[in-house]
Structure formats: structure tokens, C-alpha cells
């Protein structure tokens, strides 16, 4: 792929090395001066210098041709316009967003910039995983794709307890893909048995969350 990376911050440099080391071209974009010298020295003509939100700068990076323009820049505003132009005025079709405050993902999901990238949301989800009191924790949510990830922790009380996985009436579009049980996980069978404790991964469309949580007894 020819992917354009606009933001050589952390984040953006590591990711284009990684990209580079899996055989893919990419340009990485950066308007410091000062942080553009300095990335330049390792990456030579895999960067330019430049403000990634300007279109002859996307067009001097060749954006006409890119497989897919990933905006990873410290502010969110230049991120929604850089994914904004490269899907609707270039068509590039695979677009990645990072957002920098959780407060301005309605922005993002309101133009269409999906999927998008939340270092905070990221870091509660692992903390949901950890906090025993959460009973559910959304693991993955890809919503054009209509599927979604969640683990389900089974509670002392919750009705499956005792049963075995083929004897739970789960709903259609759903499937148990895995339990965790005392820091081991399997993948289950029709005769794995259920624990008070366990926890549970389950693959489904989102419409079927709720209805999964009742017959789980979340």
C-alpha cells in the first residue's frame, strides 16, 4: 500500500517505521521545522515538510494515489479536515483518525471520520478488564461492519451457572468464542461447562447485546 501518515509525533514516527518494515510505502507529513529536521536525518525522503491540512501539501505527498491516509496530529481539528478531504475531495477510501479528547469523538462519528482512535478509550477499556465489579466490557466495536466484541463476566447469581455451553439458548447472530477462567483462557465445546467467575467472549451484531445480556443474566 502507499499510505500518507500526517503527524510525526510519537506516534506517527513509530508507526511509519513499523509500515516501512512491513514493505509498505509511506510519507509521513510534519509542519515543525525543528521535529521535521530531526525525523528527517532517519527517514530521509520518507518525510515532508509541511501542514498536512493544506491540499497542495497532500498533493505534493501524492494523495491521488494513496491506499490510505492515516491523520495522527496532536489536534483533533486538523485530524477531521486531513480525513475529511482525503475521503471526500481525493476518495481515498481507508481512513484512520486519532482522537486526542474523548469529548470530541461526536464530531468525528457526526462527519463520517470512522474508524477513530482513542488513547483514553483504550485505557478504560483495559481498565473495565481489570475492575472485577464491570459485568460487560466492549472489546471491539467495528458498527459499518455490524459486529461487535464483548466479555461478560458470569455472575454468583446468574442463571447459566451449573450449565453447559450448547445447553444456553443464545440469540441468533451470536457466539460464544471463548472462556477465561483463572487467568487461563479456551475456546469452548458444546460440553464446557459455566462457573460462577468466568469470563466470557462473545462475538455478535450489536443489535443482539441486549437481548444476550438477559439470557446471561448480566
Request: proline share 4%; net charge negative; aromatic share 4%.
Amino acid at each position: 500500500m502507499y499510505v500518507i501518515v500526517a503527524g510525526a509525533g510519537k506516534v506517527g514516527v513509530n508507526l511509519t517505521r513499523e509500515l516501512l518494515e512491513q514493505g509498505h510505502e509511506v510519507t509521513l507529513i510534519e509542519q515543525n521545522r525543528h521535529r521535521y529536521m530531526v525525523i528527517e536525518q532517519e527517514l530521509e525522503h520518507n518525510i515532508q515538510f509541511g501542514d498536512a491540512s493544506e491540499l497542495w501539501v497532500l498533493e505534493r505527498c501524492g494523495i491521488e494515489r494513496a491506499d490510505m491516509v492515516i491523520a495522527v496530529t496532536g489536534d483533533d481539528e486538523d485530524n477531521i479536515l486531513i480525513c475529511q478531504v482525503a475521503k471526500e475531495k481525493y476518495g481515498v477510501d481507508r481512513i484512520i483518525a486519532r482522537v486526542n479528547n474523548p469529548r470530541n469523538r461526536p464530531h468525528f462519528d457526526l462527519l463520517g471520520i470512522k474508524p477513530v482512535v482513542s488513547a483514553t478509550d483504550l485505557i478504560l477499556r483495559l481498565l473495565e478488564h481489570e475492575v472485577p465489579h464491570h459485568n460487560l466490557v466492549h472489546l471491539l466495536d467495528l458498527e459499518e461492519e455490524r459486529i461487535e466484541i464483548i466479555e461478560v463476566r458470569v455472575r454468583d447469581d446468574s442463571p447459566i451457572v451449573g450449565k453447559k455451553v450448547g445447553e444456553i439458548d443464545i440469540p441468533d447472530r451470536s457466539l460464544l468464542i471463548s472462556i477465561l477462567r483463572e487467568g487461563e483462557g479456551f475456546v469452548p465445546t458444546a460440553d464446557s461447562d459455566l462457573r460462577a467467575g468466568d469470563d466470557i467472549l462473545a462475538v455478535l451484531d450489536p443489535e443482539q447485546e441486549e437481548e444476550l445480556k438477559r439470557r446471561l443474566g448480566v
